[in-house]
């Protein structure tokens, strides 16, 4: 007796990677790169959250925080950002004790498949990130993985390069277990990781080092390792090295947004840097975040970008 043989499935899977599905399965999201043109980030305005706490707690300024132009000042950098062209999203939720909430670009870091979110090294801002995951959740932000075990790791302390090439540092904010995880997703991704040891009296790298253009890189020179400036230089970068310390660690000269290459928003009140950008190309708009600034973070760390380029 013949019987028939089992037929195969006949059909063949869909053989395209995460990077490629992205657009189509869950939204025009992705970043690579520091400067590529600004095209959706996400934010939190100061809600509840900073209207009664702490100050010494949380490591923010001594110095009062006048909450209604807190608000101001940060609607004032989202109209910047949307007359560019740039879609808002909104972290809606937070929990009241986490002032901090607003430095958004800590809580998250956006590569090209998606975001990989993070674990605040310090205590008074742990959960914060729950409420990005919220966000991101309800904007169809594919979260590539989530920072766990002993891991620490937040967004600031990672900078990409190019989209085969990030800096990473390890510090208070971020150890080797955090490390690792992030460095993980990026080799899978074909980004080659570079170390970058945080000093002692710095948290993150936008405080330190922040790409101007595709050819061009601002720094405090005393800070950076040369490692890393010996990488950015042989990869074409044109090395500024910001001439006021006070503009980089008071003023937070360094902590500026490209919105596109050669093309950025600094926070107001940093004359030197402001000068040394414009007499090497750089068109420079400036802003008024003195009330944000008490927080002890600006223009970038409240930024969290979720498309560029």
Known sequence: MDIEAIPGERWFPKESNFEEDLCEYWGDWGVCSEVDTLKAVLMRRPGKEIEHFDAAAVRFSQEPVDIELMRKQH?????????????????????????????????????PEGAILTRPGMAARRGEERYIAEALGKLGVPILRTITGDGMFEGANAMWVDRHTCVVSTGSRCNGSGYEQVKYELNRMGVEVYHMQQPYSNI??????????????????????????????????????????TEVRESFGCNF???????????????RTQELLEKNGIKVQTVDISEIIKGKGALHCITAYLKRG
């Open 257 to 271: 947004v490209a919105l596109e290459p050669g093309h950025i928003l600094m926070p107001e009140g940093n004359p």
């Open 75 to 111: 609607d004032d950098v989202v109209n910047i950002y949307r007359e560019f062209g740039v879609k808002v999203f909104y972290v809606e939720n937070q929990r009241e004790d986490r002032p901090n909430a607003i430095f958004c670009r800590d809580l998250m870091f956006m590569t």
């Open 204 to 245: 993150h790298i936008d405080g330190l080092m922040n790409p101007l253009s595709n050819e061009a890189v601002l720094i405090h020179a005393s800070q950076v390792p040369y490692d890393i400036i010996d990488m950015l230089k042989k990869k074409g970068f044109q090395i500024l090295e910001a001439p006021s310390r």
